[in-house]
């Protein structure tokens, strides 16, 4: 037991000898049968949001049980509402990157038909063995979640259920509440996460449909979970401007990405002139989707040294700071909907205990988007880098913030806990919240802190939560343009 730094509060620390125990204990306790041993590859921590989850930072990822080593709040307190917003769990290609990932695929075996008559009976190359190795990716697959994903989820759901016991009680589970973005990998993630609570509270019982579960199946929110796609200003500014994302493309002509391709050119034996940018990116991320999807190594990572992940992660990174992160203010401010969506939650959930009245909906489960959760944690101040991520400054970078794998792999989740405490010695109750990315408590932006009382964090998001409105944030400035037409 510790007093934690600064806070009223006692948190727990698991020591190093209960880790141990712990740690064994699961492992003699518990199979875990979808668990196979893990492909792990130098490269597996620079896909950036194609990251798996266990690579990111939860190595156990694998395991129902929860970490060890998270600091929550106990004894006074007692959780009375989480929310959580997810990402989707382990995806499909899209379309859009079958299509490139076919037409490099094509030119390796263009090459090889070429090859073939120049040098028969020559030994076999990576670029063979690439163009030997099965697309199994076909159109109609495009971004849906695949069945690691879906196991992604329940494992993450059954971690949460044994953190908060309370919460995720069979007396709550009619009050659960699913909000989802309208995407089918979405979708599926929130069914997937449900279905696996069912199974968590009642175990005995068969899995009915979700239609005929009591909390009623997940609701589609397209304005909460997707509002990047209600905002006009983001849309012309951001979206559908050729010039904003100007870092991103002068980076893939830039010195580093032309050595990457010189040197992929060489690898293949093809000419550099047939390859660009996107081609490499893609053959990067099949050794991703291969690795996450199949849980194979594919010969595509071994097209690539882990200094050219490094790269490759910047350009990703690059993409992800300008259109989703701190590159323009439109891109969070899009987001100060969904952020007020959470503490109106909160709000009614401290005003039902304030009035002892049970809380309503005691768990609230978002499912969205990458694109979802970056630009709320960027508008909360998170993963802020004291310089912009630009074309030129990739070395400067290097141990920059803003690492999406990090931050947003599949199934990367933010939850805010909210405790309600009853202190000893001064009657007084209080609300405290905790924040956890990724199962890891994030300490607060404006303390450092790993908790607060829920009237400090709303006092350090005042201006967000009262001044920050979507309707006027993402109006377009007026053009007057008659004089133009006389
Ligand atoms: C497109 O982005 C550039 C760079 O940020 C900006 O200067 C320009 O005004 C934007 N165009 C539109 C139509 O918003
Ligand atoms: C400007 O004028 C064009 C042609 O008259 C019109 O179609 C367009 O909607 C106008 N744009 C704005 C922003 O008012
Ligand atoms: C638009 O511009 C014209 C000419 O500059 C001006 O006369 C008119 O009042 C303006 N209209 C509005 C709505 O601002």
């Known amino acids: 037991m510790l007093r934690g730094p600064g806070s009223r509060l006692r948190v727990t620390v698991a020591p190093a000898a209960a880790l141990a125990v712990a740690l064994l204990s699961s492992v003699s306790h518990c199979s875990h049968p979808e668990q196979k041993d893990r492909e792990v590859l130098p490269l597996s921590s620079y896909f950036g949001t194609k990251t798996r989850y266990e690579d990111a930072i939860y190595k156990d990822a694998h395991s129902e049980e929860p970490r060890q080593d998270l ?71 495009d971004g849906q979640l695949v069945e690691k994903g879906r196991q992604d989820m329940r494992q993450l759901a059954l971690r949460l259920a044994s953190l908060f016991p309370t919460l995720f009680s069979r007396e709550n589970y009619g009050r659960l509440q699913l909000v989802t973005s309208s995407k089918h990998r979405c979708v599926e993630s929130s069914v997937a996460f449900l279905n696996a609570l069912w199974q968590h509270c009642y175990p005995e019982l068969p899995l009915p449909d979700v239609k005929e579960m009591e909390c009623g199946p997940p609701r589609i929110n397209d304005k909460l979970m997707r509002f990047f796609d209600h905002c006009e200003k983001f849309s ?60 194979v190594k594919s010969p595509w990572c071994d097209v690539f040294d882990t200094d050219d992940g490094k790269v490759l992660e910047y350009l990703n990174d690059l993409k992800q700071y300008w259109k989703r992160g701190y590159g323009y203010a439109i891109n969070s401010r899009s987001s100060c909907g969904l952020f007020q969506d959470i503490f109106q939650h909160l709000d009614k959930a401290v005003e039902q205990k304030k009035r002892s009245q049970p809380v309503s909906s005691p768990v609230i489960l978002q499912f969205g988007h990458a694109e979802t959760l970056l630009p709320l944690l960027s508008l909360m101040g998170y993963f802020k880098d004291k310089e ?47 924040m956890l990315l990724n199962e890891k408590v994030l300490p607060l932006a404006h303390s450092q802190e790993t908790v607060s009382l829920y009237e400090d964090l709303k006092n350090h998001y005042k201006d967000i939560l009262q001044s920050c409105h979507t309707s006027q944030e993402c109006k377009l400035p007026k053009v007057n343009n008659t004089s133009d037409e006389l």
């Open 388 to 434: 912009p991520l630009t074309a030129y400054n990739y070395k400067e970078q290097i141990n920059r913030k803003f690492r999406s794998g990090l931050i947003v792999p599949y199934a990367s989740n933010l939850v805010f806990v909210l405790y309600h405490c009853k202190n000893a010695q001064t009657p007084k109750e209080e609300f405290q919240v905790q």
């Open 236 to 295: 012309s500014e951001v979206e559908n401007n050729d010039t904003a994302l100007y870092h991103v493309e002068a980076f893939k002509t830039g010195p580093e990405m032309q050595d990457i391709l010189k040197k992929v050119a060489a690898t293949l034996q093809v000419p550099v002139n047939s390859l660009n940018a996107d081609l490499i990116q893609v053959a990067f991320f099949t050794c991703s989707f291969d690795l996450a999807i199949k849980g």
């Open 71 to 141: 600091y929550l709040l106990e004894e006074a307190c007692t959780p009375v509402q989480l929310v959580a917003l997810i990402r989707h769990g382990t995806r499909y290609p899209t379309a859009k990157q079958i299509r490139k990932l076919r037409q490099l695929h094509d030119l390796l075996q263009a090459r090889r038909a070429g090859n073939n008559r120049a040098d028969a009976g020559g030994g076999r190359d990576l670029g063979a063995a690439l163009a030997d190795w099965p697309l199994w990716y076909e159109d109609w697959v």
